[in-house]
DNA sequence: AGATGATTTCCTGGTT
DNA sequence: TAACCAGGAAATCATC
């Protein structure tokens, strides 16, 4: 498959392009009925646009959304434009972690008094929300925000009304789909699994790349909401729990691609439907991503040479080190993500290390970043001493004396 | 333009 | 078996 696509990018004809690109957008209808094959059909399309997309694949669902809104050229909107990712998304489609950033910018855009809302009030994902009516956002989020919220929701679900797809059109694009790839006689499609290198991906990545990535373009909730309309669209628990430490990052500039979703009727699939057609110029100006290129055996799903969103500039005081140091300094932005071992000492310890590497990729606009790749440069700051090895204690490591900002006394000074 | 620093990514092999 | 650790290698990009 992946034959397939790079002949077709290298060939670039623009018949196929356009042929496949009707394919794609079509097999991302069907995806409910075969999730593999469109994921890999998204890919695909994506990978041929060159669009950067793909990464978006493989988003975290709180990282997805910003990429989208990285497309979104309009002015008025970058000032904010990272804030109202979920301007991007059904709201039916927000998982609880979405939910909590919609409602948080929402008290912080008219500067409600959240004094009084209790976490557990900001729990609830987009399908609750959706079901709930003008009172019960009253009775749960006060007379105050109450009617702010519920405005604000039946406006963006106003705005993502899906429309419905029928049987025959799906056998049709089902039609069209298997006589275009028998007419490409690629021996290898026969062989695709997604998620092939198990253990690789694991099953969680997978499932979520699954339930968001696709999303805009999505599947598990286009297959809910079309389906049932209302369902249980689930978080990832350990995101949702340090949400608001996830928020980092300011707003991001926006690109000079265009809105999405904004005029789009096909809503449930703004990405593919709006990446589909890009000028050279726009190809010509992305960029790799730093680091070594991912081996795209390993994730048919994501192709890193098409991420052109990420900001290689790292300002001074954007270190890891001292971005790991700043949680642990901060306990009001550590929800349980780190804790000290032995303050004096400098010795700490991670207790979400996924977590951590989350926000570490947060931060830097990196949606894959794991904790593998956080701690192997952790491990680099051993033979510059701004770290020191404590041996034989999993996920705990220990300030060393390059390092600075971190002790009781400097902290007492306010560093 | 080239060197450097700070990662990022991949990898193999070992340990818990 | 999964998660973590260790460290080499190669890559990127901003800065010098």
């Not at 950067?52 to 497309?71: A, K, M, Y």
């Not at 409600?112 to 009172?135: H, K, V, Y």
Request: with cysteine.
């Amino acid at each position: 498959m992946k034959k397939l696509y790079n002949s077709i990018s290298r060939y670039g004809f623009p018949w196929i392009i356009v042929t496949l690109h009707h394919i794609v957008t079509c097999a991302i209808r069907i995806s409910m009925s075969s999730p593999c094959l469109s994921s890999i059909l998204t890919h695909a399309n994506l990978t041929m646009y060159q669009t950067g997309i793909p990464d978006v694949l493989q988003q975290e669902p709180s990282v997805l959304p910003r990429i989208n809104t990285l497309q979104n050229s309009n002015p008025e909107n970058s000032s904010n434009i990272y804030n109202e990712w979920y301007m991007q998304i059904s709201p039916h489609c927000w998982t609880a972690d979405n939910a909590l950033e919609w409602i948080s910018d929402q008290v912080e855009n008219n500067k409600f008094d959240a004094s009084n809302l209790s976490l557990a009030c900001c729990s609830m994902d987009g399908p609750t929300l959706c079901q709930m009516n003008r009172d019960q956002m009253i009775g749960i989020f006060g007379l105050q925000l109450g009617p702010n919220l519920h405005q604000s929701l039946q406006e963006h679900k106003t705005k993502y009304d899906l429309q419905s797809l029928s049987r025959s059109e799906l056998n049709e694009t089902c039609q069209l789909l298997d006589n275009f790839l028998d007419s490409l006689n690629f021996p290898l499609l026969s062989t695709i699994r997604i998620g092939q290198a198990e253990g690789v991906v694991s099953k969680k990545e997978f499932e979520y790349r699954d339930d968001y990535d696709l999303t805009t373009l999505t599947m598990e909730p286009m297959t809910s909401l079309r389906d049932t309309e209302l369902s249980d669209n689930q978080s990832d628990s350990e995101y949702s729990s340090s949400s608001n430490s996830g928020r980092f990052g300011s707003s991001t500039l926006g690109s000079p691609e265009s809105g999405i979703g904004e005029s789009e009727t096909e809503i449930s699939y703004p990405l593919i439907s709006k990446v589909h057609i890009k000028t050279e110029t726009e190809e010509i100006r992305l960029k790799r991503p730093r680091g070594r290129p991912p081996k795209i055996s390993r994730d048919l799903s994501s192709s890193i040479y098409e991420c052109p969103k990420k900001n290689k500039h790292v300002p001074r005081g954007t270190h890891l080190w001292e971005f790991i140091r700043d949680i642990l300094i901060h306990p009001e932005r550590n929800q349980g993500l780190m804790k000290w071992e032995d303050h004096r000492e400098g010795v700490f310890k991670f207790l979400k290390s996924e977590a951590v590497a989350q926000m570490w990729g947060h931060k830097k606009k990196n949606s894959s970043m794991t904790y593998e790749k956080l701690s192997r440069a952790m491990r680099y700051y051993y033979k510059r001493e701004i770290l020191e090895r404590v041996d034989g204690r999993r996920l705990v490591y220990k300030f060393g004396k390059n390092s600075s900002g971190w002790k009781m006394e400097e902290i007492d000074m306010g560093m």
